[in-house]
Nanobody
Framework: VQLQASGGGLVQAGGSLRLSCAAS????????MGWFRQAPGKERDFVAR????????NYSDSVKGRFTISRDNGQNTVYLQMNNLKPEDTANYYC???????????????WGQGTLVTVSS
C-alpha cells in the first residue's frame, strides 16, 4: 500500500490543522492506521492510531484532548485533526499502516512521506 500525507503548513499557536493520509494500492479497511511525528534532531514518536473499524483509538499523552484521529474507509483515507496547536507540535508528520492490530504502537509495515507542520509562537 502507498500512503500520501498532506495538509501540513504554518500555523500560529492555538490554531488548527487537519492532516490527511490517502492510501492507494489496496484497501485499508482492514488495516490499523497510525500517525507519527519527528521533530528536527529527535526520534520519531507515536502520535495516534486507529483500528480498522474506527472503534479503538489511542493517543500519546502529549496530544490527548487536542488531536483526533479518524478514518473514512470508503475514501481509503485517514485524518488527524489537530487543535490548540503548540510550538512543540512542530514536526514532520507521517502516516503508517499495518495489516493487523497489535498491542505495541511500534512496528508498522507501511509508511508514507511526511508532511511538515510548523507552529509559531
Amino acid at each position: 500500500v502507498q500512503l500520501q500525507a498532506s495538509g501540513g503548513g504554518l500555523v500560529q499557536a492555538g490554531g488548527s490543522l487537519r492532516l490527511s493520509c490517502a492510501a492507494s494500492g489496496r484497501p485499508i479497511s482492514t488495516s490499523e492506521m497510525g500517525w507519527f511525528r519527528q521533530a528536527p534532531g529527535k526520534e520519531r514518536d507515536f502520535v495516534a492510531r486507529i483500528s480498522s473499524t474506527g472503534h479503538i483509538k489511542n493517543y500519546s499523552d502529549s496530544v490527548k484532548g487536542r488531536f483526533t484521529i479518524s478514518r473514512d474507509n470508503g475514501q481509503n483515507t485517514v485524518y488527524l485533526q489537530m487543535n490548540n496547536l503548540k510550538p512543540e507540535d512542530t514536526a514532520n508528520y507521517y502516516c503508517a499502516a499495518r495489516r493487523t492490530w497489535r498491542p505495541s504502537v511500534n512496528d508498522f509495515d507501511f509508511w508514507g512521506q511526511g508532511t511538515l507542520v510548523t507552529v509559531s509562537s
